[in-house]
C-alpha cells in the first residue's frame, strides 16, 4: 500500500509480514510502456523482451521499418497497435538514430510509446492514473534538447503532445524509469513501470528488482515485517545518470557506513584514499566512488585473465570481487550480483582442486538466486543442479 509519511514523504508500505523472497504484486507487473535499447535490438524481442537463442537474426523483423525485432507473430501482431506510430519515425530515421548512443534514443522511443499509449486512452485506467502521478523533477537542458528533437521526428509523438509536454515526460523518465536487465544484469531494454516507481530509494533495500522478459517483480531481499517501507537500491542508476545525493542511513553517515566502509576496506585489504575533514556524506561518496573504480578495474583483470586461459589468475580476481563483494553487499547478502559471481567462483574453485569451497560457494549462490530470482528461475535450476552434481562429486 501507499502512505505519506512525515519524513519520507509517498512510500510503499508492506501491509503484511513479507519473508525474504516473497514477491510483492502490487508493484510489480507489465511495463506502461517498454524498448529494447537500439544495441541490443537484434537480439531481443520488441515485445516481450525474450532474448534470441542464437545469433542476431534469428527475431522476425519488421518488413516496414527494419528496425523493430519480435519472437514471434503473436508478439508482432500484439505490438503493432503500439509500434505502428514509432514505425514511421524508424523507417526514415532509424538509419541517423542508429549513430546515436544508446539511452537518448531509448528515451525517445520510450517517450513517444507512453505519449501515444496516453493519448489514446479515451477514459483513463488505473494505469493511465498511476502513470500520471509519476514524480516530476526539474527539466534539464538536455530534456529540453532531446524533447525538441523529438517533435522533429515524424510521427513519433502525438499532435496534442508539443515540446513543453515531451520535456516533462523526459525529466519524469530520469527519476521513475529503470533500465530493463536480463538475467545476468546485463541491460537490454528501457521502461516505464509507474507501481514500481513508488518504491523510494535505500542503499540498505529490503527488495530487489526482477525482469522475466518485460515483466517487472519485486522481491523482498530480506524478511520486512507489516508497515516497513519498501525500498530498492537506485544509487549506481542515480548516481551515474542524474547526480542523485542520497540521504539515507548509509549515505548520509552514522556509525552503519562507517562500519560498511571498514568491511569494505579490510575485503579490499588496500589503503583507504586520504579524504581530509570532509563531513560523513562526503566520506561515504567519495569511499563509493573510489570503490567502485577498484571493483570495475579488477572486474576486467577477471574477464581477460579467463580469456586468456590464465586460471590461477582469475582465481584470485574472482576470490577479490567475492570478498569485495560480500563486504559491500552484507546488508543484502541476496544481491544478484554477488550470487553471479559466486557462480564463476564455484567453476575456478573446482578448477583449483578445491571442491569444498566450490560446494560452499554454489550453495550460497543457490540460496541467494532462489531469494532474489524466484524458486522457480532458471538460473535457481541451473545453480541447484549444479551444487547437486557437486555434492554427488562430480564435475
Ligand atoms: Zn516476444
Ligand atoms: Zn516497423
Ligand atoms: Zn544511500
Redesign the pocket.
Known amino acids: 500500500m501507499i502512505e505519506q509519511r512525515a519524513t519520507r514523504g509517498r512510500c510503499a508500505v508492506a501491509d503484511r509480514r513479507l519473508p525474504a523472497g516473497s514477491p510483492v504484486p502490487r508493484f510489480s507487473g507489465l511495463p506502461y510502456a517498454c524498448c529494447p535499447l537500439p544495441s541490443q535490438r537484434e537480439r531481443v524481442c520488441g515485445r516481450c523482451f525474450a532474448q534470441a537463442p542464437a545469433a542476431p537474426g534469428c527475431l522476425l523483423r ?7 525485432r519480435y519472437c514471434s507473430r503473436e508478439c508482432q501482431a500484439g505490438d503493432w497497435q503500439r ?2 506510430r ?2 514511421r519515425t ?2 526514415s530515421k532509424g538509419g541517423e538514430l542508429l549513430r546515436l548512443d544508446d539511452a537518448p534514443v531509448a528515451d525517445l522511443l520510450l517517450l513517444g510509446r507512453c505519449a501515444w499509449r496516453r493519448h489514446d486512452a479515451s477514459s483513463p485506467d488505473d494505469e493511465d492514473a498511476a502513470f500520471d502521478a509519476l514524480e516530476t523533477s526539474r527539466p534539464t537542458e538536455s530534456d529540453r534538447a532531446l524533447a525538441r528533437f523529438a517533435t522533429t521526428l515524424p510521427g513519433l509523438l502525438p499532435p496534442s503532445c508539443d515540446a513543453g509536454d515531451a520535456t516533462r515526460l523526459l525529466s519524469q523518465f530520469r527519476v521513475n524509469n529503470f533500465g530493463v536487465t536480463n538475467e545476468l544484469l546485463s541491460v537490454v531494454g528501457a521502461g516505464c513501470y509507474p507501481p514500481a516507481a513508488l518504491l523510494n530509494h535505500s542503499c540498505a533495500p529490503n527488495a530487489v528488482l526482477y525482469y522475466e522478459g518485460s515483466r517487472l517483480e519485486v522481491r523482498t531481499c530480506r524478511d520486512v515485517d507489516a508497515g516497513e517501507e519498501l525500498c530498492h537500491s537506485r544509487a549506481a542508476q542515480l548516481r551515474e545518470r542524474y547526480g542523485f545525493e542520497c540521504a539515507c542511513v548509509r549515505c548520509s553517515g552514522g556509525r552503519r557506513s562507517d562500519e560498511w566502509r571498514q568491511d569494505v576496506d579490510a575485503a579490499m585489504e588496500a589503503p583507504h584514499p586520504s579524504l581530509g575533514e570532509a563531513d560523513c556524506a562526503d566520506v561515504a561518496a567519495a569511499t563509493a566512488a573510489a570503490h567502485a573504480v577498484w571493483y570495475e578495474a579488477e572486474g576486467r583483470c577477471l574477464s581477460a585473465a579467463l580469456l586468456c586461459g590464465d586460471n590461477a589468475a582469475a582465481l584470485e580476481c574472482c576470490r577479490a570481487l567475492v570478498s569485495f563483494l560480500e563486504a559491500a553487499l552484507a546488508h543484502v547478502p541476496a544481491h544478484a550480483l554477488l550470487a553471479l559471481q559466486r557462480f564463476t567462483l564455484c567453476d575456478l574453485e573446482l578448477e583449483s582442486g578445491d571442491a569444498a569451497e566450490a560446494r560452499r560457494q554454489m550453495e550460497a549462490c543457490a540460496e541467494a538466486v532462489a531469494i532474489s530470482y524466484g524458486a522457480k528461475s532458471a538460473l535457481r535450476a541451473a545453480a541447484r543442479e549444479r551444487w547437486e552434481e557437486l555434492m554427488s562429486g562430480g564435475s
Open positions: 519488421c518488413s516496414k521499418c527494419r528496425w523493430a509500434h505502428k514509432e514505425c524508424l523507417a
